[in-house]
């Protein structure tokens, strides 16, 4: 062993398995609370009154105003309904939205967190809050927006889409690719992530063919979890940042954009991350960007920034706003180079194969 590393363990409970959603009381008590308020989106309204109408006299409430990229003005709505409910935690039943607001509310008054995940985008593991006022998103990390506790209950994301679950699951394998090159990743995370992109590349075409397999369901819970193990561990790079431009700037749809974009940034740092990324690559047939655009393909996920909407005159200016501030990554992030990988995304090109010296495994 010639690295050089900090490894920090966060403390977390995972209650995992079908019929876990059953034990939603018990991990209230874990995390040391007594009255929850449960928070969902609108669409997952239904699905949070019948758990209060479950937890009965442990259910302070239900707010369902959850929404996308976490707006300061549903929070502060979600702070007063919390008081208001005389809740001492929380319990959020969703995915990457939901559990963004949950995270807002515990950051500013500590409640107790506990969440019941119902995607694949992992932020219930992560130390990590995006939010966003005044059209702008602002991301902080601190170890008190971690939930202290999740459940992962396959038997709830048997109704999750196959479009969503697909673009999810690619959404949790980049936090895992990328935490592979990540400056601070180490020989764990490094573990977690292989073990988390091989969960996911099993269990995505598996729910594909029949999206009422629960054992792939499980699979791609148990994927995601480790995913985001990953991003809320280490620092993420290029792919990360661009995604996050370009959500901002144009108001893509987050996992979409996520899968669209992941074969081409590894591609583009195949070379410089060589060593990193080879066991996720072996994955793969030695071409993990190649070999995640067929992947993507084959489950009929988005291939192309342009049917997203994305103008190609849009291309230059986000280059510009990708490359203003530096941030660590394997290869040096030029405009003309993130230019070249924005429009092979947008045309939705497959990337091209690294060269024989790359391949070697
Ligand atoms: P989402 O939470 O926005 O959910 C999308 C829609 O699917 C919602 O209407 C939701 O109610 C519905 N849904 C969720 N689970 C379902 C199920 N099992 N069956 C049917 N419908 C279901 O989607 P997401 O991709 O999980 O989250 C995206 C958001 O999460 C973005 O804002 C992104 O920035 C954030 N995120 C944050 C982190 C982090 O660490 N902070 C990590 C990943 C994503």
Request: proline share 6%; aromatic share 4%.
């Amino acid at each position: 062993m010639e690295q050089t590393f900090i490894y920090q363990s966060a403390p977390v409970r995972v209650r995992f398995g079908a019929g876990s959603q059953r034990h939603v009381a018990d991990e209230i008590a874990a995390i040391g609370g007594t009255r929850a308020l449960i928070l969902s989106t609108p669409f997952q309204k239904d699905d949070a009154d019948r758990l209060a109408a479950r937890l009965g006299p442990m259910a302070a409430g239900v707010f369902a105003e959850a929404r996308m990229h976490t707006p300061v003005d549903v929070t502060a709505r979600a702070l007063t309904a919390y008081d208001q409910s005389g809740a001492d935690c929380i319990v959020s039943l969703g995915g990457g939205s939901t559990i963004g607001l949950g995270k807002a509310i515990a950051w500013r008054n500590d409640a107790a967190h506990l969440v019941v995940a119902t995607t694949y985008a992992g932020s219930e593991v992560t130390d990590i809050l995006g939010e966003t006022e005044g059209g702008v998103k602002s991301t902080r990390r601190d170890p008190r927006i971690r939930p202290e506790a999740v459940i992962y209950d396959p038997e709830l994301t048997l109704g999750l889409p196959v479009a969503m679950s697909v673009a999810s699951g690619l959404n949790a394998m980049a936090h895992a690719a990328e935490g592979l090159y990540a400056a601070d990743a180490n020989p764990v995370t490094s573990l977690i992530a292989v073990e988390g992109i091989a969960a996911l590349q099993r269990a995505l075409p598996a729910i594909y063919r029949d999206p009422a397999d629960l054992a792939a369901r499980g699979d791609a819970l148990y994927g995601s979890w480790l995913c985001g193990t990953v991003l809320g561990a280490v620092a993420m790079a290029l792919h990360h940042k661009l995604c996050h431009t370009l959500g901002g700037a144009l108001d893509l749809p987050h996992a979409e954009t996520h899968a669209i974009l992941l074969p081409h940034t590894m591609a583009f740092n195949a070379a410089a991350a060589h060593s990193a990324l080879r066991p996720a690559a072996a994955l793969f047939g030695g071409d993990l960007g190649g070999g995640l655009y067929d992947l993507a393909l084959s489950l009929g996920a988005p291939t192309a920034l342009k049917d997203l909407g994305v103008s190609q005159s849009d291309l230059a200016r986000l280059a510009d706003l990708a490359v203003k501030n530096p941030y660590a990554n394997p290869r040096d992030v030029t405009r003309d180079g993130v230019l070249a990988l924005l429009q092979a995304a947008w045309a939705g090109t497959r990337p091209a194969s690294p060269g024989p010296e790359r391949t070697r495994l």
